[in-house]
């Protein structure tokens, strides 16, 4: 490439500040030079601020009352110049050559090509891997481009890879711009699932089969790898879906089965009614009768699947 796209890393953190500089260093330590450092912090009770501004000019800080993750990404996305969007969890690092990478493979991909994504090699609170994850996905080739447009607005997206966590996912800012800014909501319960959903509904991308990012699996974890987060991921699919339809109804088929699969966790958990009780039925209202008839039939099929695999 005769000149370098510049690049912007999106660091979004809340109270990670045990973990902060590792993600930060890794940042600055790409081995791709046209790009900004913007670390985005949530509120943290913590030390964070002051590592943050320990970086000085080196970094973008973004100093912002407590939102939760979604609106991170928004702030962060303001503030941001880059043509092309990586996103990193505070408590997790890039590989040095991760947005050399990325950039190559956003550039072969052409101007219909929005979104990267590659998979995460899983390591403890001290960067050592953990057995058992594996390092690159099982694709026929090392660079695989995708189109799930059409999958997704059937309903499902049977796609050929694993959809990464945040850390593994990058975007052109012509793809960002037609999502973000997206709705907040407390905590994680709206989160990057909106986003990656929304690009793979909007553009094609490209799928990089080598991990180019390390995750960590440590007892601050909000979902990852937890036991017992029925509930989070009841809040997240329910809340996702609910904005989803709204933004994206050429995708409503698609957020009928996660809105189906929310509610079914939900009763999972309790027979109290769910919390996003107002959500589900503003969602419920919004779609034709065969759309409603079709999710309680999709929870009743849930639900009969968890009672003979008993």
């Given at each position: ?64 009352q407590n939102e939760g993750q979604a609106s991170a990404f928004n702030q962060g996305f303001l503030a941001s110049k880059g043509n ?227």
């Open positions: 490439m005769t000149a370098q796209p510049f690049a912007s890393i999106l660091i979004n953190n809340y109270n990670y500040g045990c973990f902060l500089k590792d993600a930060i260093d890794s940042a600055l330590g790409q081995t791709y030079r046209s790009f900004e450092v913007i670390v985005v912090d949530d509120g943290s009770a913590d030390n964070s601020r002051e590592i943050i501004l320990g970086y000085g000019s080196r970094i973008v800080p973004v100093l912002k092309i969007i990586c996103l990193l969890d505070s408590d997790d690092t890039f590989l040095p050559n991760k947005l050399e990478l990325v950039v190559s493979a956003l550039h072969a991909g052409g101007n219909s090509v929005g979104w990267c994504f590659h998979p995460l090699q899983l390591v403890d609170s001290t960067l050592s891997y953990l057995e058992g994850n594996a390092k690159a996905l099982d694709i026929p080739e090392p660079l695989l481009q995708v189109d799930v447009r059409h999958k997704i607005r059937m309903g499902k997206l049977g796609e050929p890879f694993v959809i990464p966590a945040t850390s593994g996912m990058c975007f052109t800012r012509a793809c960002l711009k037609q999502i973000i800014p997206m709705p907040i909501s407390k905590s994680v319960s709206l989160n990057d699932s909106y986003i990656k959903f929304a690009a793979m509904s909007i553009c094609k991308g490209v799928v990089i089969s080598d991990c180019l990012a390390l995750q960590r699996i440590h007892e601050k974890n909000l979902f990852t790898l937890r036991e017992n987060n029925q509930i989070q991921q009841a809040e997240i699919f329910i809340n996702t879906a609910y904005h989803i339809q709204k933004k994206f109804p050429v995708i409503a088929n698609f957020s009928d089965n996660l809105l189906a699969t929310g509610l079914h966790l939900n009763r999972k958990i309790s027979d109290e009614d769910s919390p996003y009780n107002l959500l589900v039925e503003e969602y419920i209202s919004r779609r034709p009768i065969l759309s409603r008839i079709s999710i309680r039939l999709k929870q009743l099929l849930y639900r009969l699947r968890e009672v003979f695999s008993d």
